[in-house]
């Protein structure tokens, strides 16, 4: 049989070289604590639940679900984000439901990208933007994030060359893996960047709500908005060039429904239905419901899952400076980025593997996020605190 030359660069995934490593050492007995992955534990909140399964009951609810019936919760989708960031949102043409926010940023490069066009990627960043951008048959340029520019991408050393050939950009802050935070002022320069050289701005937004304010550190420079970071349509407000997902998965440990949306420009959200409409129809009109119930009810259940992780960072951090690793607290998401001691410093994916077949704990190389990604180890905080500590009790052993 004979494949497409795209799939060549496919044959790598960081979560499921993970995947196998894992299934080796339960194979060997080890007790597996799985720190790779960054899906929530914490289950969603009951009124959610209780709209999904009053859906099921409903007859209506059972058949294909096209755009126009998703308006109930595109409303919902742009009410949210209105209230949240005080932009207006119009949902007949500036909101797409998604299958996740990953379904967007995998689908859009093929409404951008003809062969040999440019992305604009992070490195290190998530490994589904890569993907995307394989699947159109374009070109990759790595934005290297380095910590002394506090893991934010150096537009000036772009090559013109590169730029010439550039059609998008693909930003997220909080950032996966790095758990790094952007600040509104970078993203003005991002949008004027986008702008002055006709390239389309992306930014992946799962943990929007997934940030530790200090005493109000994060949200005094946002007293008009219920964010704690910004949006990127908040540089961009007249959604010039910028289109920004969400998903139900981090906020409202929806992972398994498998609902999200994109929110930005009227063209780009037209171009990602167009992509959308030749792949799938929508999801059970009752995981919508759900999702509305969601946006739209109690709250208290978003603010408790931040205090959850928060609690699991500190005591994950405690627990290394304990054995002498010491690494930086993070300000958002559910993950440490930790740079490796010697002698691991320079195989992060020989030091994963050898982790978890000898100790049982998994965690994600920081090679497989990108060349920039290598030196470091990401552990997802997905166990309560006392499994933690255990899983760092192993890596003090293994070290």
Known sequence: MQFSARLQPLQSNVFADMDKAKAVALAAGKELIDLSLGS?????????????????????????????????????????????????????????PLIGSQEGTAHLPLALLNPGDFALLLDPGYPSHAGGVYLASGQIYPMPLKAENDFLPVFADIPTDVLAQSRMMVLSYPHNPTAAIAP?????????????????????????????????????????????????????????????????????????????????????????????????????????????????????????????????????????????????????????????????SKNSIEFCTQLVKQTGVAASPGAGFGKSGEGYVRFALVHEPSILETAVERISNFL
């Not at 409303?75 to 949240?84: H, L, P, R």
């Not at 008009?224 to 349509?233: A, E, K």
């Not at 509305?292 to 959850?308: E, F, M, R, S």
């Open 40 to 96: 929530s534990d914490l289950p969603a909140e009951a009124h959610v639940i209780e709209a999904i399964a009053k859906s099921l009951y409903d007859p209506s609810t059972h058949g294909y679900l096209l755009f126009n019936g998703t308006r109930g919760f595109r409303q919902a989708a742009a009410n949210w984000y209105e209230q949240k960031f005080g932009i207006k949102v119009d949902p007949e043409t500036e909101v797409l």
């Open 184 to 344: 509104l002022s970078f993203f003005k320069e991002a949008v004027a960047f986008c702008q002055e050289h006709n390239i389309v701005l992306v930014h992946d937004f799962p943990y929007v709500d997934m940030v530790f304010a200090e005493d109000g550190e994060w949200g005094k420079n946002f007293p008009h908005t219920q964010s704690l970071v910004p949006s990127i349509l908040q540089a961009d407000p007249d959604k010039s060039v910028a289109i920004e997902f969400f998903t139900l998965s981090k906020s409202y440990n929806m992972g398994g429904f498998r609902i999200g949306y994109a929110i930005g420009n009227a063209q780009l959200i037209q171009a990602l239905r167009q992509i959308k409409a030749a792949v799938d129809f929508n999801q059970y009109r009752g995981i919508l419901n759900g999702a509305i119930a969601a946006l739209t009810g109690p709250q208290a259940g978003v603010q408790a899952a931040v205090t959850t992780f928060r609690q699991r960072r500190d005591a994950f951090i405690d627990a290394l400076h304990r054995i002498g690793w010491y690494v930086p607290t993070p300000k958002a998401t559910m993950y440490i980025w930790a740079k490796l001691p010697s002698p691991w």
